[in-house]
């Protein structure tokens, strides 16, 4: 198809009215564009153009194909500017599984000033904490914690979460306030299903400790909740209960200790996005990154 490029050359240096500022106008070299110009000519069996020291003037087989050469390439333009303005303002349905506690806690105001930015999208949500199948499930990309389970999907991280340990004052009044990650083994741990063990880290210190609860729950929204009623301790990303830090629901316990990092990742079945899909995984990273 290289002859669609020769005919966008031939085009620009029919405008200039010579080879000398078709070179000035594309940044091709002149020797090249004479070049391109008569392996068109040679390819099509026709001459297009009589060369002079000082000009080119179209023949008449020359002043036929520039007619036909302008539109193709006006048109070839137009196509390119048009999806430049899709990318800007992308359109139509995106469709986005989200995991539960994550979105309802914390993306759902960042999904709506990413509605204000691109009206012209709409929104199919779909807050489960099942896998979906990329492939055969109509959506567009999945936002998970953690490490994907699929290696066959393309994996885009977004962000690195801390977790951390919270808990509600009324807690700490009534069980004690903690100095050493040891002390967890006697209070209420707050853990989704019955995982009874957390490993903390302080720098290149780390601790491994096993915590115990009367809870066993599948829900971050539903520990979280607990937490705030005075229920026992958690350990998640800060993202997860900024407005209950904020409103001193929660504060934190032991500062200086933190969990193994969380990963954050937007999940697509191939690397080709929508402008969309893109516009929305790369708002999504940089709000995630300032976490």
């Known amino acids: 198809m290289e002859f669609l490029n020769d005919m966008a ?64 390439v006006d048109e070839a ?27 309802v806690t914390y993306m759902a105001p960042l999904i709506a000033e990413f509605a204000e930015r691109y009206p012209g999208i709409t929104f199919d949500l779909d807050l489960t904490p099942r896998q979906v199948d990329l492939v055969s499930e109509p959506f567009d990309v999945a936002i998970r914690m953690g490490e994907p389970a699929n290696s066959q999907l393309i994996a885009r991280p977004l962000a690195s979460l801390i977790p951390q340990l919270y808990a509600s004052p009324r807690y700490l009044e009534r069980s004690g306030e903690l100095k050493e990650p040891a002390e967890l083994e006697r209070h209420e741990c707050l853990n989704i299903i019955r995982a009874n063990t957390w490993t903390l880290y302080k720098g290149k210190e780390s601790a491994s400790v096993s915590t115990s609860s009367r809870f066993a729950i599948n829900s971050v929204g539903l520990i979280r909740r607990l937490a705030t009623f005075g229920m026992g301790i958690m350990l998640v990303p800060e993202a997860i209960v900024a407005d209950d830090l904020a409103a001193g629901r929660l504060v934190r316990v032991l500062p200086r200790w933190q969990g193994k990092p969380m990963p954050v990742y937007a999940l697509t079945e191939t690397r080709l996005l929508p402008a969309k899909t893109q516009r929305f995984i790369e708002f999504f990273k940089e709000r995630l990154a300032q976490v």
């Open 9 to 72: 050359l031939f085009v620009e240096v029919v405008k200039a009215k010579g080879f000398r500022g078709a070179s000035d106008a594309t940044g091709v070299p002149n020797s090249t564009l004479s070049r391109r110009i008569s392996a068109l000519e040679k390819a099509i069996g026709l001459r297009l153009l009589h060369r002079t020291t000082r000009k080119v003037e179209l023949t008449e087989a020359g002043q036929l194909y520039f007619e036909r050469c302008k539109r193709i």
């Open 77 to 103: 333009r137009m196509a390119h500017e048009q999806l430049g303005e899709m990318l800007a303002q992308p359109s139509g349905v995106l469709r986005v599984s989200l995991p539960v506690d994550f979105a």
